[in-house]
């Protein structure tokens, strides 16, 4: 198969090559599935410079989260959710490759009328979104949600999730672009969080400016949040893609009745396995229903595993917006 193989760390993503690999070998527990469709993460970035924290011995097939076509089953002889020729998307490590092997609990069937390209960017975003706002915010009908960078992957996935909830949406990015892409998928408001007060500009949209009952920060914007947020608000910390990570004076959450909550979704396979498939059938039923698409990035079309690392570079430097998804035609196919 062909694949792009870590075997020393690289400077950046444009020193990534795709080269010949072995096929690679199934353990008894594993699929095997023929890549279609593989999505980018800025995780993947960090890996293949050698600074992120979990660190896959070298070599290794960089990329973790893709769609396609199931080709084997497991070996183990416990019976198998999945069969040959199912649609499925997942994340396992090896999705920059033709080919990739993993666990059942790694997978998901493609949801119905979606393409491999539109399914490939769900398995990380999708149930973030939905965990930090349903499980960890109770999100209601009526609630007033504040998305920060809102024309990201998880950014755009919230603001989705938050509409089909019956909530108002006030989304923010750094460009006018972003906030047209915010707008397109659903917000009701938009603003530059380059403006300094945009704190005030957030409350004053809310009802007689009690500010927003929800902040859902993917970036490191909770203490300024703090400026906007409701009596009995949450504050939702998914993580800190602007930088350093943040330090909160306490008496801002005393004062104001406010709650800050964390999402560490991955977690959740250890410490609240249930609660996955709960997660998950709540989306399918979004998936399904239309009231959730995919966030793809569609601006330019990347097509064959030489162009990861231009979208890579694209992702890393955030000239993109939502999933940068890079189609993979199998053997026979110029094109997806």
Not at 37 to 46: G, I, V
Not at 114 to 139: D, H, K, Q
Not at 233 to 239: A, H, K, N, S
Request: contains cysteine; charged residues 20%; proline residues 5%.
């Amino acid at each position: 198969m062909r694949g792009i193989q870590v075997k020393q760390y690289v400077s950046g993503p444009l020193d990534l090559t795709v080269s010949d690999l072995s096929d690679p070998t199934p353990q008894p527990d594993q699929y095997t599935i023929a890549i279609h469709a593989t999505a980018t993460n800025f995780f993947d970035l960090l890996q293949i410079r050698g600074k992120y924290q979990h660190q896959p011995p070298l070599p290794w097939v960089s990329g973790a989260e893709f769609s396609g076509m199931v080709t084997a089953v497991p070996t183990s002889g416990k019976v198998a959710k999945y069969k040959v020729g199912d649609k499925v998307f997942g994340s396992a490590m090896g999705g920059y490759a033709q080919k990739v092997c993993a666990k059942e609990e790694q997978l998901r069937l493609v949801p119905k009328g979606w393409s491999y390209f539109e399914a490939a960017g769900l398995f990380v975003t999708m149930p973030t979104s939905y965990a930090g706002l349903v499980t960890r915010c109770n999100i209601k009908a009526g609630d007033w949600v504040l998305v920060h960078a809102a024309a990201g992957g998880v950014g755009l996935a919230a603001v989705q999730i938050a509409k089909a909830f019956g909530a108002t949406v006030v989304a923010t990015a750094g460009t006018p672009h972003k906030l047209s892409v915010a707008k397109r998928f659903g917000a009701d408001h938009v603003i530059d969080y380059r403006q300094e007060d945009w704190p005030q500009q957030v409350r004053k949209l809310t009802p007689k400016g009690r500010g927003v009952d929800i902040v859902y920060d993917p970036v490191g914007l909770i203490d300024k949040s703090t400026k906007c947020i409701a009596w009995n608000g949450r504050l939702c910390v998914i993580g800190f893609t602007g930088g350093p990570i943040e330090k909160v004076a306490t008496n801002k959450m005393l004062l104001k009745n406010i709650s800050v909550v964390g999402l560490h979704w991955g977690a959740y396979t250890q410490n609240e396995p249930e609660m996955i498939t709960e997660v998950w059938d709540r989306l399918f039923e979004l998936f399904e229903s239309r009231k959730v698409l995919s966030t793809n990035y569609t601006d330019e079309e990347y097509v064959g595993l030489e162009r990861v690392p231009e979208a890579l570079k694209a992702l890393g430097e955030r000239a993109t917006w939502g999933k940068v998804v890079v189609k993979v035609p199998q053997e026979g196919q110029s094109k997806l």
